[in-house]
């Protein structure tokens, strides 16, 4: 028997899945064109690649660790005044994506950086003897062989981050997160609480079928 | 066609001393040659071929290709320079999420080939290795012999009149060896191309080079011209390699009888 409390939870479930995606689409796609970028030039600064610019090479590497090191939840608090200038409010899910996308950004880079990594040097090398330039390594060499490892690298980020965008509810950012704190622990609705699981349940699942499925179809090896 | 000046390669080794692949050397490669680099491994040649096309810089000396000085050449005119020099590898290196036809027009995409063009050249270059059939398979459905056509036909799109080959037959076996050296002969013969193949192998440099150098410790020790009727290698490193020795005994059977004595 489905409870009263649990079907006037409907409503606000809506609202709060569409925060999480609203959420996870600003993280992903800031990781996407800033941290994408970001790991492709930490892999050709990179000794002995293409660029082979050391001491930058170091600064990002370093720059990409000091921000992975910190816990979320404190990256989170931390960057507080930064989101209330990004989107001029500290509450929601916009000012939620931006401590999100921050953490997001350094932590695709270095998923791309390892994905790019397994190309192999031959024909990379291969590549340079036809004279392409840089630019056509990157795009027609490096990401086309990588591919199938880059949106098996997207996909570990976008379950990781539908977690985190949970931890970001904590501190009003919404989303499903927040009602399973709002309802199912502060109210002690335990049903609340369980329903929020399943939906993440699901999500999860569905991400990560549809980027296997995805990774394999895009997989000529 | 091909001349290199005084040319070296010195490698910084992770320990910080110095590693010379190849000393000063000098070799000249007159057009529509076939010349073949010969040596055991580490002997540089690898490196030399290398230093041709600028894949390894070199720490000193010249490189000269049809006239142009690649070593003074800025990147975008190197690349440029290039598209006149083919190169294939032991590997193949080939792109593995393309297909044939797409491997091919790789190189020509890179040489800014207008899209209109690209098809009918790449029909051209994999009608010319034979391989007509296999257009739209990716690489991975291909044989070790196959992978090498299509990495002659990449090679061949932009027209160059170079091909450099680095061990292209060393991870084939002798039938297919045999095969992917009549390719090249055919190309050497229908269009003109300088072809420098490098390999440890006596044999195959025999079945299909005018000249061959003979490299030992990144100095070429010995010029041999196969026109000759005989061939007398004078070096000791010449004379060994001539023999194609190592493969010729049981080696199993030699311990034994080391062993023994």
Known sequence: MISEELLSIGPDLVVAIGQTFLMLSIALASALFIGG??????????PGQTLDRPVLHRVLSVIVNLVRSFPFIILLVALVPFTRVIAGTTIGPLAAAVPLSFAAIPYFARLVEQSLREVPRGVIEAAHAMGASDMQIIWKVLILEARSGLVLAATV????FLSYSAVAGVVGGGGIGDLAIRFGYYRFQTDVMVLTVAVLVVL?????WAGSVLARRLDKR | MIQLDQVSKRFATPQGQTFTAVEPTSLQIGAGEIHGII????????TLLRLINLLEVPSSGRVVVDGKELTALPKSELRTARRNIGMIFQHFNLLH??????????????AGTPRAQINARVKECLEIVG???????YPSRLSGGQK???AIARALASHPQILLCDEPTSALDPYTTRDILEVLADINARLGVTIVIVSHSMSVVRAICDTISVMDAGNIVERIDLADSVVTPVTEVARKLLDDVPTNVNVRRLNALRAAA
């Open chain 2, 97 to 110: 999420n393309r297909t044939v036809a797409g491997n091919v027009a790789f190189a020509l995409e890179v």
């Open chain 2, 39 to 46: 040596g055991f491994s580490g002997a540089g040649k690898s």
């Open chain 1, 37 to 46: 970028p970001l790991g492709v030039l930490l892999l050709l600064t990179g």
């Open chain 2, 131 to 137: 391989l007509s059939d296999k257009t739209d398979s």
């Open chain 1, 157 to 160: 980020m976008s379950v990781s």
């Open chain 2, 148 to 150: 090498q056509r299509v």
């Open chain 1, 204 to 208: 999860v699942q569905i991400i990560q």
